[in-house]
């Protein structure tokens, strides 16, 4: 959202590009024009301006002349060139432009840079990682941070870190800091059985297959302009890499049953607890595929390595929770030193019985008896349940307590739980997802 009306200063002598500069930043704020050096010195004299546009020839001068100029006057600059010659690039830079960018691309880029320089990204920043992200991780922060000083269009993210950090999260609010115009279309590869993840994501035509009663449009294509959420990307079968990958290296795809192209045009967010460099070695993932998707990449950490995030996400659970109920210091800190294999989800489970319980001043001892109730939970149902639960009921519950044991002795590692239960990775995803 921005901030106030940013008053803008155009500087370009070619009239026609000053014309579809004025275009293009009509959206930004108050627009003033200079079509010369002079007029540009005589207007930043007697004026201030939050943003300078300017060409960086002008009939009458060279535009670095006036950007000591604009940097006095307190104002930001995004300079524009037909010329990329690093000495030029180097002597912007050095006088003070915030970004220097190429004529040809300014139709596509200008407003993005435009939008970096028109929000207050400290402030904006704060609140996210307040209401948004909550962490005090100043290296999270800090990774997550640079996401709102880049420009996202058509780029690779790759979020990786433990069952339950938050990485689905996340991937959906870098939509929010991404501030694109198109949609978040997400998808969850592990809840999609094989032979229907082609369609899902690259659509089909009628008649396609078997069933394909009517035409449908893909992920791909419904994410035009805007964010492709490929969440637990690991669990994604070998052949669909292959097919993806060719997509994103030729911009284009087929819709299944289709022979006309369709373009690619959208950011790819991906993310995964495995450890995907663990299956490229075990021939489980294509290594083509995973430099593909590394664009940027952001390991999110586990709730183990960020205790200090505890007491923040307990603050916040209980400021969103219609029954209010205090925390004391004592039980904080014994919350603190709990490992928290399933990490953010598990923590708010638990908090979740606390806010279900009677109790309403949590001390240490409140802490103990309801993790001891937690550990009583993942035992073993008596067989005699299922007259009242019924067959299906009693089995997901031996599902959910096997893979909560198994999470527990394992610390979280998600390849090591697979392995100790002989179950698919869909399967034990599926698991996890349902509770």
């Not at 999609?192 to 082609?198: C, G, S, V």
């Not at 639960?389 to 959910?400: F, T, V």
Request: proline letters at 3%; one cysteine or more.
């Amino acid at each position: 959202m921005l901030v106030m009306t940013k008053r803008i200063l155009i500087i370009e002598d070619d009239k026609y590009l000053r014309l579809a500069l004025l275009e293009i930043l009509s959206q930004f704020g108050l627009l003033e024009e200079a079509s010369s050096f002079k007029d540009a010195q005589n207007l930043l004299l007697k004026n201030h301006y939050n943003i300078v546009v300017t060409d960086i020839e002008l009939g009458d001068g060279l535009s670095f002349e006036l950007l000591p100029l604009i940097r006095r006057k307190g104002s930001q600059c995004i300079v524009l060139s037909s010329h990329q010659e690093v000495d030029f690039i180097e002597k912007a830079y050095s006088a003070g432009a915030q970004y220097f960018l190429a004529k040809n691309q300014m139709r596509l880029q200008l407003p993005h840079y435009m939008n970096l320089l028109c929000h207050t990204h400290k402030k904006d920043l704060d609140l996210f990682f307040e209401n948004d992200f909550v962490t005090v991780d100043e290296n999270l922060k800090k990774e997550i941070s640079k996401l709102a000083e880049v420009n996202l269009t058509n780029r690779n993210i790759l979020i990786t870190g433990p069952s339950g950090v938050g990485k689905s999260h996340l991937g959906k609010l870098i939509h929010k800091l991404s501030r694109s115009q198109g949609n978040l279309v997400h998808i969850n590869c592990s809840e999609i059985p094989e032979n229907l993840l082609e369609a899902e994501l690259f659509g089909h035509t009628k008649g396609a297959f078997t069933g394909a009663e009517k035409a449908r449009t893909g992920k791909l294509t419904s994410a035009s302009k805007g964010i492709l959420f490929l969440d637990e990307v690991g669990t994604m079968p070998m052949s669909m890499q292959q097919k993806l990958l060719k997509a994103l290296d030729e911009k284009t795809f087929y819709p299944v049953g289709s022979d006309v192209p369709q373009k690619i045009d959208f950011t790819l967010i991906t993310a995964t607890c495995e450890d995907l460099e663990e299956k490229i070695q075990n021939k489980t993932f294509r290594e083509d595929f995973f430099y593909r998707i590394n664009g940027i990449s952001i390991k999110i950490p586990s709730l183990s390595e960020r205790k200090k995030d505890i007491e923040l996400l307990v603050s916040k659970f209980i400021q969103n929770s219609p029954r209010k109920f205090i925390m004391k210091e004592e039980a904080i800190e014994l919350l603190q030193q709990k490992p928290w294999p399933g990490n953010i989800r598990e923590l708010n489970k638990f908090l979740e019985r606390i806010h279900d319980s009677e109790i309403g001043i949590v001390r240490k001892e409140d802490i103990d008896t309801s993790l001891n109730n937690k550990e009583r939970e993942v035992s073993l149902p008596d067989p005699n349940d299922i007259l009242h639960l019924g067959l299906k009921s009693y089995i997901a519950q031996l599902e959910k307590m096997a893979v909560e044991a198994s999470m527990k002795r394992n610390q979280g590692k998600v390849t090591e739980c697979i392995k100790e239960l002989r179950i698919s990775v869909s399967a034990f995803y599926r698991i996890l997802n349902s509770h």
